[in-house]
């Protein structure tokens, strides 16, 4: 499976912390840089991708709407 880098920007310490935090224990590959402003994290995700778009949540489409 692909897998591509996602990326949260503008992240405070705390997030940080709890973002690398959970994607470790789900065993994601995580990076962790500094932004120019000296206060503010991204944090770099390495995720699958996958061919298929999203599936469409059913319990918000009626039978009327088609």
Known sequence: MK????????????QADDLQQQYRARGVTVERSLNPDFITWTISVRLPESVKPPRVDRRWQSRVWG
């Open 3 to 14: 897998k591509t880098w996602f990326q949260h920007s503008e992240c405070t310490t705390e």
